[in-house]
Each structure stands twice: as structure tokens, then as C-alpha cells.
């Protein structure tokens, strides 16, 4: 039996990322900010993506501010760099100025991403809206949104 050489595999796997993916692309993937879960999220939002890939994404909000943003996804390296990159980008924001963060939003801040994977900053996308609709939702009925 024949034990691979992990070390020349991951070098082989990165020289082909990079012939594709941005420098940005490739640090949120190997780098992922903000994984994880929040616990008594204000807002939570869960999609699956037209490629099977599922995102979750949990926000808090503070004084009308999304304080702390995070994500679980099942996707693949793309995935993971938009779900990091658009927790990342609702950070500080208003609930009204987080919903204006869409794909071409998340494309621009990757530097781009391979045709191929544009839906993935849709996916991570749309999750956000998802969390943001599950938060307006949940603290209208109660009389407290702060945007």
C-alpha cells in the first residue's frame, strides 16, 4: 500500500486554487473568519444553494448595529470564503445597511470569484438576508427593532 504524500497533494490542491481564486479568496478559505454558531442569535437564516451547499448564518444586534455575525456551511472553499467574507462585512452595520449587501457586494470585497462560483457569494448572500428577514420578523412582533 502506497501512503500519499499529503504535503505534495495540499501544494498541488493551492497551485491549482491560485491559477483561479484571488489572494483574498484563497486567505478567507484557508482562514475562515467568524465560524461558528451564536447562541440567542436576534436573527438566523439557513439556505441551500442551487450546488447542494447549505449556509447558516446567525447575527446579534445592538442598538439598531449588527454587533457579531457568524456562519456554518457544508460547501466547499468558495463557499467558505463568502460565508466568512460576508460576516465580515455586515460587522458594524445597520440592520438597513446590511441589507443592502449583496452578491456583486461580496464579489467585489473577494477581488472575484471563478464564474463558476459566483453563486456562492449569491448563496452567502441570500443567507444574510434570510438571518436580517428572521430578525425584522421576530422583533416587529415584539415592538423593538432598532434599524
Not at 84 to 107: C, H, N, P, Q, Y
Request: glycine share 8%; net charge negative; hydrophobic share 40%.
Amino acid at each position: 500500500m502506497v501512503t500519499p504524500d499529503f504535503g505534495v497533494l495540499e501544494e498541488s490542491v493551492m497551485a491549482d486554487m491560485r491559477k483561479s481564486c484571488t489572494e483574498q479568496v484563497i486567505d478567507h478559505f484557508l482562514n475562515p473568519r467568524n465560524v461558528g454558531e451564536i447562541q440567542n442569535a436576534d436573527g438566523f437564516g439557513e439556505v441551500t444553494g442551487p450546488c447542494g451547499d447549505t449556509m447558516s448564518i446567525w447575527i446579534k444586534v445592538e442598538k439598531g448595529m449588527v454587533a457579531e455575525a457568524k456562519f456554518l456551511t457544508d460547501g466547499c472553499g468558495t463557499t467558505i470564503a463568502s460565508g466568512s467574507m460576508v460576516t465580515e462585512l455586515v460587522k458594524r452595520k445597520s440592520v438597513s445597511e446590511a441589507l443592502k449587501i449583496d452578491s456583486e457586494f461580496i464579489l467585489n470585497a473577494l477581488n472575484g470569484l471563478p464564474e463558476s462560483d459566483v453563486h456562492c457569494a449569491v448563496l452567502a448572500s441570500d443567507t444574510l438576508r434570510a438571518a436580517i428577514r428572521n430578525y425584522l420578523t421576530s422583533h416587529s412582533s415584539k415592538g423593538k427593532i432598532e434599524q
